[in-house]
């Protein structure tokens, strides 16, 4: 796997709690980035992947290929956010043949 190298700033305040954090957890600071920045790129583009769905501009199961989640846990997470399922026969057909051009 090709990697890259990213750096940011941050204040001394937060270097120290993401050090502190990694002692505890038992690993290494940059291991602890990754994982942190893998969760919160998956947390944006679910959240991102509800909006639209909210919004009208993606349909259901394409909210969930966005969000990296089944149709399932999307309609579930949807429910939590208090974001209102508008599924029709249209969707539907819709869904079948995105489904089956895959």
């Known amino acids: 796997m090709r990697t890259a190298t990213v750096s940011a700033r ?7 709690k993401l050090d502190d954090l990694a002692r505890e957890m038992g690993v290494e600071r940059s291991a602890l980035l990754k994982q942190i920045i893998r969760r919160g790129c ?5 959240d991102r992947a509800c909006e639209a769905y909210r919004r009208g501009d993606v349909t259901l199961s394409r909210a969930a290929e966005i969000a990296a989640v089944s149709v399932w846990d999307m309609v579930a997470s949807l429910q939590k956010r208090g974001i209102e399922l508008n599924y029709s026969a ?13």
Request: aromatic fraction near 8%.
């Open 90 to 102: 249209e969707d539907l057909a819709a869904d079948l043949h995105y489904v089956d051009r895959r």
């Open 42 to 46: 998956s947390d944006i583009l679910f």
């Open 10 to 16: 941050l204040p001394r305040e937060e270097a120290e």
